[in-house]
């Protein structure tokens, strides 16, 4: 196992890797895998706190375009699927989701940031066909803040991290 772990561990390690490894992270977390990428921002900051800004706004920009492949996953699977969802009858509660999320439309993408939910809401916003464009930007506002609050609640929460950086 060793073989394969430590020149993984060191492609990643955040001081050579930083921003490229917040990204990667970052796209892959958003995604309908179950990671989190808070860790490595967290992580990057304090190892350099001059990245707060470059690590949040890179991070955004990675979890953003996740969002994006779950919306294009989502839109892709509709198209797919779309015969054979005509010939079924629907849920009660799949009608009232569909409804509250047609209702908010691209709008309910700031959402997105949710864990547990929040993947899985950009595709069905690609299912119901929400228009792309504002439900990249309405993600993006979301993640953002997210990345934004999460960040400096845990440099404020843990100033004296990683030998008091």
């Known amino acids: 196992m060793d073989e394969w772990i430590n020149p993984l561990l060191k492609l990643l390690a955040l001081p050579e890797y930083g921003l490229s490894t917040v990204f990667l992270v970052s796209f892959i977390s958003a995604t309908l ?46 198209k797919v699927t779309e015969k054979i969802a005509e010939k079924r009858h ?16 691209p709008k309910a993408c700031l959402l997105a940031w949710l864990p547990m939910v929040g993947d899985p809401l950009c595709a069905v916003a690609g299912w119901l066909k929400l228009p792309f464009w504002p439900c990249l930007f309405y993600m993006a506002i979301g993640k953002f803040l997210r990345y934004f609050m999460m960040t400096g609640s845990l440099i404020w929460a843990f100033p004296g991290v990683l030998g008091g950086v």
Do not use: Q, Y
Not at 39 to 64: C, E, H, I, R, S
Not at 90 to 105: C, F, M, N, T
């Open 33 to 78: 895998l179950p990671m989190g990428s808070e860790p490595v921002v967290f992580g990057l900051v304090k190892l350099n706190p001059a990245m707060f800004w470059p690590a949040v706004l890179v991070a955004t920009a990675g979890n953003t375009l996740g969002g994006a492949l779950d919306w294009w996953m989502g839109m892709s699977a509709h």
């Open 90 to 105: 629907r849920s009660p509660h799949h009608s009232r989701a569909a409804i509250w999320l047609e209702k908010l439309g």
